[in-house]
């Protein structure tokens, strides 16, 4: 059953935008933040929206490992690529500012590829690709990230759960966008577990002693002082092609670092040799291509409904009811939330307070009364 409390989606908009004000960030770049934090509860991805506004971004900002003013520099610029230097701000942000550019430049060459050095966490890489397929255009990203995924026969941390996102417009009401992290679980759905108080499937995270661990706060513990590692896609070894998940892992963690300039791996734990914060130096890849330069758009998008609605009108596993194509479940849940709101768990709502009360705000909460 679920007990959590609903607020309204322009409550929490307009609350998120003014949380991010009060903490510096302005009025414009806090209205993108608070869209994509909210495009993840959207799409019931819980553990990337407003379950992470605090500890994620405004906690960051407090301690200053994240800043809240996005100074962009454009390092290199040709008609069809872009590379940023983001110094640390926003990557929401940045990443909001390469899309438009990247969606322009495809529009008028056909593609178009841009990468960002010196980010901060850009939320659901998903966003980005669909800025793309709501214009009619392919959408590609993908991001590093904090160490968590070790490789193929380790245990160390080494690699981000390093999302590779695809977002492809189709003849139907929503894209196919495939949005997923390169290891079994991602590090935000272990937060979100460990905030519920709930464990995390066994077979997910390995120790350095090379056996399971469950528990999702030691978990939490045990990635950052780097005693535990995600599993790639596929899981441990190579008996369920693991190296696979490994493999693509590290294709992402090239892309992100090697085309802007950028950092990787160890350099991207938030904390410096002598175990103080420090600035995380995150790197982001993205690519646009528009049908129109082939074979058109509408030829594209009625070809890539018709693949959609072909598989799920395939024969069905003995018990199930239905078969989904990607981003079918995301539109379903925004379907109904769309007039019930925002689901806020009681960790989040405690935040949400924290946050208002030290700002000041003037807003009330049902959840209150």
């Given at each position: 059953?679920?007990?959590?409390?609903?607020a309204?989606?322009?409550?929490?908009?307009?609350?998120?935008?003014?949380?991010?004000m009060?903490?510096?960030?302005?009025k414009?770049?806090?209205?993108?933040?608070a869209d994509?934090l909210?495009?993840?509860?959207?799409?019931?991805?819980?553990?990337?929206?407003?379950?992470?506004?605090?500890?994620?971004?405004?906690?960051?900002?407090?301690?200053?490992?994240l800043?809240?003013?996005?100074?962009?520099?454009?390092?290199?610029?040709?008609p069809?690529?872009?590379?940023?230097?983001?110094?640390?701000?926003?990557?929401?942000?940045?990443?909001?500012?390469?899309?438009?550019?990247?969606?322009?430049?495809?529009?008028?060459?056909?593609?178009?590829?841009?990468?960002?050095?010196?980010?901060?966490?850009y939320?659901?890489?998903?966003?980005?690709?669909?800025?793309?397929?709501?214009?009619?255009?392919?959408?590609v990203?993908?991001?590093?990230?904090?160490?968590?995924?070790?490789?193929?026969f380790?245990?160390?941390?080494?690699?981000?759960?390093?999302?590779?996102?695809?977002?492809?417009?189709?003849?139907?009401?929503?894209?196919?966008?495939?949005?997923?992290?390169?290891?079994?679980?991602?590090?935000?759905?272990i937060?979100?577990?460990?905030?519920?108080?709930?464990?995390?499937?066994?077979?997910?995270?390995?120790?350095?002693?090379?056996?399971?661990?469950?528990?999702?706060?030691?978990?939490?513990?045990?990635l950052?002082?780097?005693?535990?590692?995600?599993?790639?896609?596929?899981?441990?070894?190579?008996?369920?092609?693991?190296?696979?998940?490994?493999?693509?892992?590290?294709?992402?963690e090239?892309?992100?670092?090697?085309?802007a300039?950028?950092?990787?791996?160890?350099?991207?734990?938030?904390?410096?040799?002598?175990?103080?914060?420090?600035?995380?130096?995150?790197?982001?890849?993205?690519?646009?291509?528009?049908?129109?330069?082939?074979?058109?758009?509408?030829?594209f998008?009625?070809?890539?409904g018709?693949?959609?609605?072909?598989?799920?009108a395939?024969?069905?596993?003995?018990?199930e009811?239905?078969?989904?194509?990607?981003?079918e479940?995301?539109?379903?849940?925004?379907?109904?939330?769309?007039e019930?709101?925002?689901?806020?768990s009681?960790?989040?709502?405690?935040?949400i307070l924290?946050?208002?009360?030290?700002?000041?705000?003037?807003?009330?909460?049902?959840?209150?009364?």
């Amino acid at each position: 059953m679920d007990n959590r409390y609903y607020a309204s989606w322009e409550l929490m908009n307009s609350f998120l935008t003014d949380a991010f004000m009060g903490y510096g960030v302005p009025k414009e770049d806090a209205a993108i933040c608070a869209d994509v934090l909210l495009e993840s509860d959207r799409r019931g991805i819980e553990s990337h929206g407003c379950n992470r506004f605090k500890p994620i971004y405004i906690d960051r900002i407090k301690k200053g490992t994240l800043l809240p003013v996005t100074n962009i520099e454009i390092i290199k610029e040709t008609p069809t690529t872009v590379v940023m230097d983001a110094h640390d701000g926003m990557g929401m942000v940045a990443s909001y500012r390469m899309m438009e550019m990247l969606i322009e430049k495809a529009k008028k060459c056909g593609m178009a590829g841009g990468a960002i050095k010196n980010s901060t966490h850009y939320g659901i890489a998903g966003y980005w690709a669909t800025m793309a397929s709501k214009e009619g255009l392919i959408g590609v990203t993908g991001t590093n990230a904090r160490p968590s995924i070790a490789p193929t026969f380790g245990v160390e941390n080494m690699m981000g759960t390093n999302p590779l996102t695809f977002a492809l417009p189709t003849d139907e009401e929503f894209p196919f966008c495939l949005d997923c992290a390169t290891s079994i679980v991602q590090r935000g759905r272990i937060e979100y577990y460990a905030r519920e108080g709930r464990p995390t499937p066994a077979g997910t995270v390995i120790s350095e002693n090379g056996e399971a661990m469950t528990d999702s706060a030691e978990i939490l513990k045990a990635l950052v002082d780097g005693t535990a590692a995600l599993a790639p896609l596929g899981g441990i070894g190579e008996d369920l092609a693991g190296y696979k998940g490994y493999g693509y892992a590290a294709v992402v963690e090239i892309l992100s670092a090697a085309l802007a300039g950028g950092e990787f791996m160890k350099a991207l734990t938030g904390v410096s040799a002598d175990g103080k914060p420090q600035m995380y130096h995150l790197g982001h890849f993205f690519f646009v291509v528009d049908p129109d330069a082939f074979n058109g758009r509408e030829e594209f998008k009625k070809t890539a409904g018709e693949i959609c609605r072909a598989l799920r009108a395939s024969k069905k596993a003995p018990g199930e009811s239905r078969i989904y194509t990607a981003g079918e479940k995301e539109y379903l849940v925004w379907l109904e939330r769309r007039e019930k709101g925002v689901p806020l768990s009681k960790s989040v709502q405690k935040d949400i307070l924290e946050v208002r009360d030290a700002l000041g705000l003037n807003y009330h909460f049902e959840f209150e009364d």
